[in-house]
DNA sequence: TGAATACATTGACAACTGTCTATGTGTGAT
DNA sequence: ATCACACATAGACAGTTGTCAATGTATTCA
């Protein structure tokens, strides 16, 4: 894996100390800020939850848009910004596009908050 | 603890499941998603690391306004999201105003997202 | 009382975000 | 081939956000 620029938000996270251990540095801070802000809305927070917790650990998106009183557009947009961070896998099978939670990811965001060490 | 709507999102976070356990009902993710948002922000992270790191675990305006190359009411405006949201405590002492990281609200919130049980 | 210091608030403005409608793209079935 | 379906993309628009300069509010000291 390579060491440039083009980390995704999550292997950034990957490697840091927990946020109460010492300061960010600059640099850190605007490489994990993304993948919190992909984080937080609403509409994102339940698609995660609820793929993270359906079966096979999977959904598709058919799933998904029923699950919310919003359009379909809106939806694959949502979809869009944690697949691009780094949070959601991707896959097509058919005419289906299924998502699934990049659970490491979640981890280690989780221990960078929390301050479990990872 | 009032159980009413006046909950502070930290409050919110602290009663839920990891967001991979089960799907969040619109109203958690309404509640939680401030929360989140208010560390949406690469300088709001790295005020909140940098507080929590501290020294005695506090530190005042004058040694944030420092740390970064923003004006002071910026730094201001962004120590007053991470208050209103519950993650850090104010105390006027004299002059000066030191915030403190409510330790319990960032391990909640980091349970949540990484999937620790609360 | 007056001046200086530490921090907050206000108002303005550009940039970003969430949502929609309309349209595009690929896949499978008839 | 054509049609229907599942999903993505584009463009538009209102609402939100990060920043600053200017101003306000306490608090301390002289």
Chains 1, 2 share one sequence.
């Not at 939850?49 to 998106?61: F, K, L």
């Not at 998904?64 to 557009?73: E, G, I």
């Amino acid at each position: 894996m390579s060491k440039s620029l083009s980390l995704t938000p999550v292997e950034t996270v990957a490697c840091c100390s927990p946020l109460t251990k010492e300061p960010l540095s600059h640099e850190q801070a605007e490489r994990i800020a993304p993948l919190v802000k992909a984080l937080a809305d609403p509409v994102r927070l339940r698609l995660l939850s609820i793929v993270a917790s359906h079966a096979d650990g999977e959904a598709c998106v058919c799933d998904l848009n029923d699950a919310f009183d919003l359009s379909q557009p809106t939806i694959s947009h949502h979809l869009k910004v944690l697949h691009e961070v780094g949070l959601l896998d991707r896959e097509k099978r058919g005419v289906w596009v299924y998502y699934r939670v990049d659970a490491g990811a979640l981890r280690d965001l989780g221990a960078l908050l929390g301050g479990v060490v990872g």
